[in-house]
């Protein structure tokens, strides 16, 4: 996995806190020649890059960035190439929000932001990078979903819709551009202990550290896989979203969830 990573230019947006910062941090371990972190948090950004440059010094770029504007990404993108000697070898599209919230109660302005920070912030990432990764002649692009789209979950509509539509993005520039030799991978990386659940009372007992979570997205991304699933419960549920076998279960256990929801219960 470290001969895939030396020397690259990663650039990970959602980078200051959860598994973007420990992309980044799992990057710079493995030999990477810079990493640019991207974040809204302007506080924890200036933190977490002072921290990592002091350990890798002169590697590490913050840059304050808001995913839901186009022409902030296209700064950031355009700032991050600077500081790569004209490189950008890796984009990690990992911003986004949870979601969570009755459909009767979504607005059309809660709707447009779910789309422009889960779906619009990886579109635009994608649009300012590609003329680099061309020029370079290849590149990869990881773009992180979620399991929900295997299991769409009731009170999530907005996030499960959000996340299924970068995942159909996401499959089909794979082959758009798989002859250039820019890479795209979907990234789903299980349940994870990140500030994403903080609104929620915290994570559950069963989730993994961001740290397992960055490990196995970057094995996966090594491996170019199409879709990293990094947990094995997110596994089983893309082997049974679409079974026609196991039909009836699905629908028990989403129906359940759904009824717990609505009771006032945390559930998975």
Known sequence: M?????????V??????GIGLALCEMLLSLGAKAVI????NAE????????????????????Q??????????????KA?????????LLFNNAGLGLVKPFDETTDEDWKFAFDVNFYGALYGIQAVLP????????????????????PMAFQSMYSATKSALVGLTGSLRYEFWD???RFSTVIPGTVATPIWDKAGGPPESAITPEESARGILKGLAENERVIIVTDPDREGAINAFRPEVARGMDEYLLNVARQRKSGKAAI
């Open 12 to 17: 990970v947006t959602g980078g200051a806190s």
């Open 132 to 151: 680099i990764m061309r020029g370079q002649g290849g590149g990869h692009i990881a773009n992180t979903a979620s399991g929900i789209v295997f299991a």
């Open 37 to 40: 972190m991207a974040d809204l």
């Open 180 to 182: 250039e030799n820019i």
């Open 81 to 89: 190439a600077e500081f790569g000697s004209g490189r950008i070898d």
């Open 44 to 63: 924890k950004l200036k933190a977490e890059t002072k921290r990592l440059n002091d350990i890798y010094p002169g590697k590490v770029l913050g840059i």
């Open 65 to 78: 960035t808001d995913v839901t504007k186009k022409e902030s990404v296209f700064s950031m993108i355009e």
């Open 2 to 10: 470290k001969e895939y990573y030396e020397n690259k230019v990663g």
